[in-house]
């Protein structure tokens, strides 16, 4: 199963195992289908404080079972949350390296809301945290937002369990495949609905409302909601508030301009010719292929998980776009930098230190894990 399929569809972005990779990320099909300070999920803020891997980094396995993940996200606590979707559940690994069903329960997809492994999930997709360590996840095949306590309990925190496209508050509003959550300063949670190619905002309320895209896939610049993406993806916020999206089925990084909490409302393309290639260059000049996680550290460096390229590609503060570590041939290698191989990346979290983690969706068989980078 992978999630990202083709350019065009879903996977966990949307479909079912025997989708192509780019036939399940912009159109439909079935379902199968990350602020925090020290790292992880889809929105967080920058958390490194010393750049690294100028040049790409040594590449290494995590110990424990390979996994198919869409999310990782780091605690304040320094334990790392994984999104198993395959197997329904939320994994959390310790910084001793002890790995644990956090929530969920294993091999049974569900909407159960409960404590633990009491809880039922269905393809559990990115992940996020609050800084009360709340994780909030969004969930593939019941399209909807989960959200967990530290003390592990499990409630439903927004969307109907159906896919739609409905404004309303809650449980009452309306997602298709969401993916990617990100927080931003004031505490709203924002989503990339890639099933309708929009970008979703619900606040401490719980009140849903579309934020950004006119919800038909394409890749036109503009104010708002007269913009159009194409089956949006990964979000980072950086420190002056600006949100980029991974818009995976046109092979861009977009932005969203904003001041403090207020947007501008300009949607511009930051990075990416649109064309599905891994080329190197000025961010307008560089090509894409596939472009799911993001990350940024403090230091103003963009960090990209390059799905369909296979690799980790990076954008430095002055613009420009490189490949950081993987190559265009798919595999499991620990190497350093571009010796490296990956499977189709998905999601990055970052630690202070500047290591990078690293999940994937293998679409060959070639059995991963979580990586890390450092």
Do not use: W
Request: hydrophobic share 40%; charged share 15%.
């Amino acid at each position: 199963m992978h999630a990202i399929q083709a350019k065009g569809s879903i996977s966990p972005l949307n479909g079912p195992q025997s989708f192509n990779r780019r036939t399940c990320l912009v159109a439909g099909g079935a379902f199968l289908a990350q602020l925090a300070g020290c790292g992880g999920g889809g929105g967080d803020l920058g958390t490194t404080t010393t750049p690294v891997h100028v040049n790409g980094g040594v590449v290494s396995t995590l110990s424990g079972d390979p996994v198919a993940s869409y999310g990782l996200v780091f605690d304040t606590q320094g334990n790392l949350f994984i999104s198993d979707y395959l197997n329904h559940v939320i994994l959390k690994r310790t910084s001793a390296g002890v790995v644990t069903t956090f929530a969920g329960k294993t091999g049974v997809a569900g909407a159960d809301d409960a404590i633990g492994t009491n809880a039922t999930f269905n393809t559990p997709g990115f992940l996020t945290i609050d800084a009360q360590d709340n994780l909030f996840l969004s969930e593939f095949g019941n399209h909807t937002i989960r959200k967990i306590t530290p003390l592990r309990a499990v409630s439903t925190f927004a969307g109907s369990g159906v896919s739609g496209f409905t404004n309303d508050k809650g449980i009452l509003a309306a997602f298709n495949h969401p993916n990617d959550l990100a927080f931003d300063k004031s505490g709203n949670l924002f989503v990339s609905d890639l099933g309708n190619n929009v970008i979703r905002k619900i606040t401490s309320l719980g009140e849903v409302s579309t934020f950004a895209g006119n919800g038909s896939a394409g890749a036109v610049d503009g104010l708002l909601t007269t913009a159009s993406f194409s089956g949006p993806a990964g979000m980072v916020f950086d420190s002056d508030g600006n949100l980029f999206i991974a818009d995976y089925g046109n092979n861009k990084i977009r932005k969203i301009t904003r001041q403090g909490d207020v947007s501008t409302g300009d949607v511009s393309t930051y990075a990416g010719t649109g064309n599905a290639a891994t080329q190197n260059g000025s961010l307008l000049a560089a090509s894409i292929n596939g472009p799911i996680g993001l990350r940024l550290d403090n230091a103003g460096i963009m960090y990209v998980a390059e799905a369909d390229g296979n690799t980790i590609r990076k954008i430095s503060a002055s613009g420009m776009v490189s490949t950081l570590a993987g190559q265009a041939d798919a595999g499991s290698t620990n190497a350093t930098g571009t010796d490296a191989k990956f499977d189709y990346p998905t999601a990055l979290a970052m630690k202070a230190n500047g290591e990078i983690y690293i999940a994937s969706d293998p679409s060959s068989g070639v059995a991963q894990g979580i990586r890390v980078m450092t």
